[in-house]
């Protein structure tokens, strides 16, 4: 291990940042379960001015006693306006009808297509804001529940 320290420091490499699992490795030693954080991404100087938005990504452990990892280059931690998709889930809300109810009724100019692409519109504006305001983020909560996946298959395996 002294002369892999060693080659890190003469080579001068660096551990890139990574978001997701703390711990990269679990196994099971002197009859208890271990976990640390073994494996890295290590980058040069070079590497950090060509490539300053590297980011690391240490995945749930599933199948493996080892975290896979991913590295992208040029990561960028951008908003992007999503596209509507009506979740399935909303259907479990009474108070979904009342908003379709609301938004569809509305009046508005115009005839045939332009009006439906006007309703629709207007519906899906409805249904996100309805929808920030009354359902915890569904996305959010996966990834929460695939972080507890990736623990609890951990410790079980």
Request: with cysteine.
């Amino acid at each position: 291990m002294k002369c892999f320290r060693e080659m890190i420091e003469v080579s001068q490499l660096y551990d890139i940042s990574f978001k997701g699992q703390r711990f990269t490795w679990f196994g099971l030693r002197d009859q208890a379960w271990v976990k640390e954080r073994l494996d890295r991404a290590l980058v040069n100087l070079d590497w950090m001015e060509a490539c300053p938005n590297t980011q690391g990504f240490n995945l749930p452990a599933i199948g493996s006693d080892h975290s896979p990892m991913v590295v992208f280059s040029d990561f960028r931690d951008k908003k992007v306006k999503k596209k509507f998709k009506f979740e399935a889930m909303w259907l479990k809300y009474d108070s979904i009808n009342e908003v379709v109810s609301r938004c569809w009724g509305r009046e508005c100019g115009d005839r045939g297509f332009p009006k439906l692409s006007w309703k629709l519109k207007k519906c899906s504006e409805m249904l996100k804001e309805w929808s920030r305001k009354n359902v915890r983020n569904g996305q959010r909560r996966i990834q929460e529940l695939k972080l507890k996946i990736g623990d609890a298959f951990t410790w079980r395996t």
